[in-house]
């Protein structure tokens, strides 16, 4: 059980973040996590195990994340198609006839899928165990969470069609089948040992400073729910900027160590925390019981920050992109020549040695340049 213990961990915390931190179900929903699992963990526990078997790293994950949030949108609940999807009417503002999608909510389903339903809790569990980068499941066990998660991909299927009879045009899930097929193969096409690019130049800054970019950075992209489309979208788009690419290029930085990764981590576990107190939940919600569930799972999220921060502080520095930052970015120097005065070395006398003369025969050169 140790040698699973995060992978069970996984499977469970991937569909808790998604949708009770979000604010999506309150605490009396909680044994619709069992129905959840195998859905949201699944992927999560698979994306992470395939990625740590090739040696890929967080690109390949961010990367499979957004497939598999292509796939569910797309397919599976066909949300990104459907006018009708539980009522919402998610295609209102921002529809795009000629590609049957609504860009607001394209980009705002995607990107929950990507950074909360699959890449925060991998962080999570990764940076709270020792076993960070090796696959946690031998192959029966990551062939039984492919099960499940096939299982729960279908049965999340076949609840989103009873709700309204809804089945996208044939062209627009053959797109999804083509964009995911991209995604996965870009995914498993990036360079193994975990890095994409070159060293960055200059250090990593501090793990706060990672931390308050993210918050910035979802305080960012969760307001945009407030705003019209016309800024909303670029909201988004700034969001997208001021966290991926900065991230991106901090963590190839000397001196990014788990500290920073947990910031990050923390930063989007926290985002949603705040976020859900701006929800009303899907189901179980009461003028008490709302509040409350939203400040547990809230609370929930701090105390699991903390107790990875803590392991952290007692597990050993690891040696991992660590430089000696007086080397970094250091500016060449032109040293000027140096004169170095000749110096008259003294004559030594050294005696004559008398060869013995050797009687070699003679060479006829002419013979020898004609033989060849």
């Known amino acids: 059980m140790r040698r699973i213990g995060p992978a069970v961990a996984l499977f469970f915390l991937s569909p808790l973040v998604a949708e009770f931190l979000l604010g999506d179900f309150t605490l009396v929903m909680l044994p619709l996590l069992l129905i959840l699992a195998p859905l949201y963990g699944g992927a999560a526990v698979v994306i992470r195990e395939l990625v740590r078997r090739t040696d890929r790293g967080w690109p390949s994950i961010v990367l499979l994340g957004l497939a598999y949030g292509v796939l569910e949108e797309g397919v599976i609940t066909q949300s990104l198609f459907d006018p009708g999807y539980a009522g919402a009417h998610l295609l209102d503002e921002g529809f795009v006839p ?11 389903v995607l990107t929950l899928h990507t950074v909360w339903s699959i890449s925060v809790p991998i962080a999570l569990v990764e940076e709270a165990g020792v076993r960070r980068t090796v696959p946690w499941l031998r192959t029966p066990g990551l062939v039984v969470v492919l099960v499940l998660l096939v299982l729960g991909a279908f049965g999340t299927t076949m609840f989103s069609y009873s709700s309204d009879h809804f ?5 627009q899930l053959a797109a999804v089948v083509v964009i995911v097929a ?45 705003l019209p489309d016309a800024a909303g979208v670029p909201a ?22 788990g500290w920073h990764r947990l ?38 999220a701090l105390a699991l920050v903390l107790v990875v921060a803590r392991r952290l502080r007692r597990s050993p520095a690891e040696p991992a992109m660590t430089l000696d930052r007086a080397a970094v970015d250091r500016p060449a120097v032109d040293r000027p020549a140096v004169d170095r005065p000749a110096v008259d070395r003294p004559a030594v ?17 002419a013979a020898v340049i004609t033989r060849h």
């Open 167 to 171: 089945l996208a045009p044939w062209p």
């Open 98 to 108: 000629a590609l049957g999608i609504a860009v607001p909510w394209t980009l705002f």
């Open 236 to 257: 988004m788009l700034t969001a997208f900027v001021l966290a991926g690419v900065t991230l991106a290029a901090w963590s190839r930085r000397a001196g990014w160590d």
């Open 263 to 300: 910031a990050a981590a923390a930063g989007g576990l926290l985002t949603y925390g705040w976020n859900s107190f701006f929800m009303q939940p899907l189901a179980g919600g009461g003028p008490v019981l709302t509040p409350l569930s939203q400040a547990v799972f809230a609370v929930g």
């Open 349 to 365: 006398d050294r005696p004559a040695v008398d060869r013995p003369a050797v009687d070699r025969p003679a060479l006829d050169r």
């Open 182 to 226: 991209l995604l996965v193969t870009v995914a498993f096409r990036l360079p193994a040992g975990g890095s994409v690019g070159r060293p960055g130049r200059g250090v990593a800054p501090s793990a706060w400073v990672v931390f308050g970019v993210v918050l910035v950075a979802g305080a960012l992209f969760m307001g945009t729910k407030w």
